[in-house]
């Protein structure tokens, strides 16, 4: 595998952008189910204005590139995924910092256990609260227990797509207990979560990227 | 979709010019995504500071101005702004007497205004938050604190800036803003959805002849889908709903039935027709009414009403003149 340099991080968080952008209309009708029906344009947003800063970073390394991102969330989104975001990927440059490549499981547990646990101080949510963090926490656990175990970086980031998957699936099950969906309390069961879809696809197009 | 846009991704920014340069006798623009009263900070004077997600004009941002609030940010389409322009109207409010933060109880409202607080008192600049509460539709009367803020804001804002106008001090401010939100309450009803420009599509689907009770103002679903009534019956079930939720007997109140932006003014004048008839066999004395557009959901069709327990000074500030770029009272 050749190096996950700067350019490689920088070209995966904008094929993320792409994915979500191009899945925008499938986010919003599963917020629009239990919520306000605007998840998907929100995710955009900020991911459309990530994408236009990472394309014109000058020699980035995996620090700006996520520090970047943060950026965009940060300065154009707001909501609730606005937040999150900015401090999942600032979580993500701080885990980075000093690296020139991320090139293990190691490396990349690292980064998402960072940006769960951010995320689950940023927004007081625990796993099974039905939010983007029953794709993210378990996605981090399987990465590291991968890593742990001497597993690939492509093998750990599989394991992780796979992992945020089931925890997708999981959300049909569960009542909301954040966010505008919390208030429907029973009739949003049934549903899958929106944040946590599009958790799932950041992390599966992160794999997709770098394997 | 057919609306009067550009690119709906430019709609916010493009609203926001227009907005700003159509009431620069008021307001002015604060950083790229808020707007502060021209006059402001106003030394001595407690900031008040208002916000949300846009799509809900007058509601927040039209609130600014004399007699009005001090700033707002303004968020994207039904989402909570950015800390960053929170924090560009929390400085553009402080006079030096601190910041009263007053916004709908959601959890993306909470988490950005809650970082833009702790930023602001890094700064120096004391700042209090009160949550609109207002709908009784969002959460048993055990659980109020869980309930969101809807068109109630106006009644309770109007009480709070009015109060801060009057120079008191920041610990009065506070719980004068506190005690309106605490004797307001509304209940709606939604009879069509509305479509956020970048999402394309409407936030959810009726049939012709339903109506949802107790939507949200984002179109979150409510607690009842039924087949449209007489809107007599409506707003019986409105009103009842919330003289059960808090006493009103042998209260002054203020009434404000407010429409969600495609529903005629007409219809909401026979909806107050209504809420009179109910008051007044109940004895429950009307001493303030509002009826119009305050907080809408873009072109949703719908209504709600608000009632606003008074006591003497809340009935006192609500009284009080107020010239805002969308509200005029004298």
Same mark, same amino acid.
Not at chain 1, 124 to 134: C, I, P, Q, S, Y
Not at chain 2, 126 to 141: F, I, W, Y
Not at chain 2, 161 to 178: I, L, P, Q, W
């Given at each position: 595998?050749?190096?996950?340099?700067?350019?490689?991080?920088?070209?995966?968080?904008? %094929?993320?952008?792409?994915?979500?952008?191009?899945?925008?209309?499938?986010?919003?009708?599963?917020?629009?189910?239990?919520?306000?029906?605007?998840?998907?344009?929100?995710?955009?947003?900020?991911?459309?204005?990530?994408?236009?800063?990472?394309?014109?970073?000058?020699?980035?390394?995996?620090?700006?590139?996520?520090?970047?991102?943060?950026?965009?969330?940060?300065?154009?989104?707001?909501?609730?995924?606005?937040?999150?975001?900015?401090?999942?990927?600032?979580?993500?440059?701080?885990?980075?910092?000093?690296?020139?490549?991320?090139?293990?499981?190691?490396?990349?547990?690292?980064?998402?256990?960072?940006?769960?646990?951010?995320?689950?101080?940023?927004?007081?949510?625990?796993?099974?609260?039905?939010?983007?963090?029953?794709?993210?926490?378990?996605?981090?656990? %399987?990465?590291?227990?991968?890593?742990?175990?001497?597993?690939?970086?492509?093998?750990?980031?599989?394991?992780?797509?796979?992992?945020?998957?089931?925890?997708?699936?999981?959300?049909?099950?569960?009542?909301?207990?954040?966010?505008?969906?919390?208030?429907?309390?029973?009739?949003?069961?049934?549903?899958?979560?929106?944040?946590?879809?599009?958790?799932?696809?950041?992390?599966?197009?992160?794999?997709?990227?770098?394997? | 979709?057919?609306?009067?846009?550009?690119?709906?991704?430019?709609?916010?920014?493009?609203?926001?010019?227009?907005?700003?340069?159509?009431?620069?006798?008021?307001?002015?623009?604060?950083?790229?995504?808020?707007?502060?009263?021209?006059?402001?900070?106003?030394?001595?004077?407690?900031?008040?500071?208002?916000?949300?997600?846009?799509?809900?004009?007058?509601?927040?941002?039209?609130?600014?101005?004399?007699?009005?609030?001090?700033?707002?940010?303004?968020?994207?389409?039904?989402?909570?702004?950015?800390?960053?322009?929170?924090?560009?109207?929390?400085?553009?409010?402080?006079?030096?007497?601190?910041?009263?933060?007053?916004?709908?109880?959601?959890?993306?409202?909470?988490?950005?205004?809650?970082?833009?607080?702790?930023?602001?008192?890094?700064?120096?600049?004391?700042?209090?938050?009160?949550?609109?509460?207002?709908?009784?539709?969002?959460?048993?009367?055990?659980?109020?604190?869980?309930?969101?803020?809807?068109?109630?804001?106006?009644?309770?804002?109007?009480?709070?800036?009015?109060?801060?106008?009057?120079?008191?001090?920041?610990?009065?401010?506070?719980?004068?803003?506190?005690?309106?939100?605490?004797?307001?309450?509304?209940?709606?009803?939604?009879?069509?959805?509305?479509?956020?420009?970048?999402?394309?599509?409407?936030?959810?689907?009726?049939?012709?002849?339903?109506?949802?009770?107790?939507?949200?103002?984002?179109?979150?679903?409510?607690?009842?889908?039924?087949?449209?009534?007489?809107?007599?019956?409506?707003?019986?079930?409105?009103?009842?709903?919330?003289?059960?939720?808090?006493?009103?007997?042998?209260?002054?109140?203020?009434?404000?039935?407010?429409?969600?932006?495609?529903?005629?003014?007409?219809?909401?004048?026979?909806?107050?027709?209504?809420?009179?008839?109910?008051?007044?066999?109940?004895?429950?004395?009307?001493?303030?009414?509002?009826?119009?557009?305050?907080?809408?959901?873009?072109?949703?069709?719908?209504?709600?009403?608000?009632?606003?327990?008074?006591?003497?000074?809340?009935?006192?500030?609500?009284?009080?003149?107020?010239?805002?770029?969308?509200?005029?009272?004298?």
């Amino acid at each position: 595998m050749t190096p996950i340099d700067g350019s490689k991080v920088t070209a995966a968080l904008i %094929a993320v952008a792409n994915v979500i952008e191009a899945n925008k209309d499938y986010l919003c009708a599963l917020d629009s189910d239990v919520g306000d029906g605007d998840h998907g344009v929100s995710m955009t947003i900020g991911m459309r204005t990530a994408r236009k800063a990472l394309q014109a970073l000058q020699h980035p390394t995996p620090e700006t590139a996520f520090r970047t991102v943060a950026e965009a969330f940060a300065d154009e989104v707001g909501a609730a995924s606005g937040a999150l975001y900015e401090g999942a990927f600032e979580a993500a440059a701080r885990a980075s910092a000093g690296k020139a490549t991320l090139d293990t499981a190691a490396d990349w547990a690292a980064i998402y256990e960072a940006m769960a646990h951010e995320m689950q101080v940023v927004g007081k949510a625990e796993l099974g609260d039905k939010t983007l963090l029953d794709a993210w926490l378990p996605a981090a656990q %399987a990465l590291r227990e991968a890593a742990d175990a001497g597993a690939s970086l492509s093998e750990g980031l599989s394991r992780a797509t796979a992992a945020a998957l089931a925890g997708v699936e999981n959300t049909k099950h569960l009542i909301p207990k954040r966010g505008r969906a919390s208030r429907l309390g029973e009739r949003a069961r049934g549903y899958q979560d929106a944040g946590a879809t599009s958790a799932w696809l950041i992390i599966k197009t992160i794999e997709e990227s770098l394997s | 979709m057919k609306k009067l846009i550009n690119d709906p991704f430019d709609f916010v920014e493009e609203m926001l010019e227009g907005f700003c340069a159509a009431h620069d006798d008021l307001i002015k623009r604060v950083g790229r995504r808020a707007i502060a009263r021209v006059d402001a900070p106003i030394p001595g004077k407690v900031g008040v500071v208002v916000g949300g997600g846009s799509g809900h004009l007058p509601l927040y941002t039209a609130f600014v101005g004399k007699g009005g609030a001090d700033a707002a940010p303004a968020g994207n389409i039904f989402a909570s702004p950015p800390a960053k322009p929170i924090l560009e109207a929390t400085r553009a409010a402080n006079g030096g007497a601190g910041v009263v933060y007053f916004y709908g109880n959601y959890a993306g409202d909470v988490l950005n205004f809650d970082r833009a607080a702790a930023m602001a008192e890094a700064e120096g600049i004391r700042v209090a938050t009160v949550l609109g509460t207002d709908d009784v539709a969002s959460a048993p009367p055990g659980e109020a604190h869980h309930r969101r803020g809807i068109a109630g804001a106006f009644l309770v804002v109007k009480a709070l800036c009015a109060k801060a106008e009057t120079m008191a001090d920041f610990d009065a401010v506070v719980a004068t803003a506190r005690k309106a939100n605490a004797n307001t309450r509304t209940m709606g009803v939604a009879l069509t959805a509305c479509t956020v420009p970048a999402n394309g599509k409407p936030t959810f689907s009726i049939g012709d002849d339903e109506m949802e009770v107790g939507l949200g103002v984002h179109g979150e679903p409510g607690v009842r889908r039924a087949k449209l009534a007489p809107v007599d019956a409506i707003v019986d079930e409105l009103v009842e709903t919330i003289l059960a939720d808090l006493d009103f007997t042998g209260s002054d109140v203020a009434v404000l039935v407010n429409g969600l932006g495609a529903t005629p003014y007409e219809e909401l004048y026979v909806m107050y027709r209504r809420v009179k008839q109910i008051l007044d066999a109940r004895r429950i004395t009307i001493r303030r009414k509002y009826v119009g557009e305050y907080a809408t959901s873009l072109e949703m069709a719908g209504a709600s009403v608000s009632l606003m327990r008074l006591d003497a000074e809340l009935h006192d500030l609500l009284a009080m003149p107020m010239h805002t770029p969308m509200i005029r009272q004298f």
